[in-house]
DNA sequence: CACATAATGTAGCTTCGGCTACATTATGTT
DNA sequence: AACATAATGTAGCCGAAGCTACATTATGTG
């Protein structure tokens, strides 16, 4: 799916600078994570709230979690087909969404990633609220790398 | 604004109680906020690179700006028709893209932006080479209010 | 039970960021 | 100067995510 565009410009390009071929495919590479991830973002939040409608009331309605993501119920309906298509969840129509087992646990872990965010954040003094709303945008982004670290951080 | 955590609220709070719409709308409001932060990541990196590349080589042409992100030409000379709709950049044919004074105080504030993150990142023990990864992805969903917290935090 | 209302689903449109394929313009070599 | 090549630009397609408008199905109240 991505790119075999480059390789044969990497061929072609005239020797002379040799030491920017590296840097350049770094660069690229992380930005094109950066990008892919982002590309998970939006699955990561429905099956989140999802799994939070789930364990709060017992069921998770179209209408519910289009509000609670501040869309129109036609986006949320239209983006759970997408979750039901790549086996995060299921839905039956009038029944309401339910996840996979796939699923709960990419929701577990998010829930997890969610709170060590939140918590370095409020380690760094960020006031709560802050650090409750930018984490929402940062968690997509923490590779495990970065976890791990956080981790042992709150745990000193 | 409620300063309600959600996620703490729906496991505390039995089904059916009222209260519910507060909660609603700040999570809506933050999720919202994620995704338009989305939305204007691609313009930021766009507008760093292009201040690289004009402070490193003296022009930033669309085929080296293709390259470092990892995308097709046209892919980048579109998004640079953006950039130039939303009066970041210039451009005239053949001779490269440059910043307007709107695109230069993007590109400050975001390479500001990108070493405090890293650098937190750093001092909270993650490896260079994943701080400067994660970064890419984290810096763009960084609140003035976190940005503040994390200079407090490395100047101790 | 009937019917009004709310929830759900469907259709069709828009913008954005990707891509490939093709066209045009500079550039550089001979 | 001519021609090959690299850079740039254009056109057209796709899928994702958003919307509104309309259709259908449950639900609940009189």
Not at 27 to 45: H, I, N, P, T, V
Not at 74 to 91: C, F, N, Q, V, Y
Request: charged share 25%; no cysteine.
């Amino acid at each position: 799916m991505p790119q075999n565009h480059w390789s044969q410009n990497m061929k072609a390009k005239p020797p002379g600078t040799a030491m920017e071929l590296p840097a350049e495919l770094t660069q690229a590479r992380r930005f094109g994570k950066a990008r892919s991830a982002q590309s998970s973002a939006l699955m990561e939040d429905y099956v989140e709230l999802i799994a939070d409608l789930l364990a709060g009331t017992g069921e998770a309605r179209p209408t519910d979690i289009a509000r609670r993501l501040g869309v129109s119920h036609a986006t949320a309906i239209k983006t759970i087909s997408r979750l039901k298509r790549e086996g995060l969840a299921t839905a039956r129509p009038y029944r309401g969404v339910f996840l996979t087992a796939a699923g709960q646990e990419l929701a577990a872990r998010m829930r997890a990633r969610h709170r060590l965010v939140v918590d370095v954040l409020v380690a760094l003094g960020v006031p709560a609220e802050a650090a409750e709303s930018d984490a929402e945008g940062i968690e997509h982004h923490v590779s495990e790398t970065t976890l791990r670290a956080f981790g042992r951080f709150l745990n000193s």
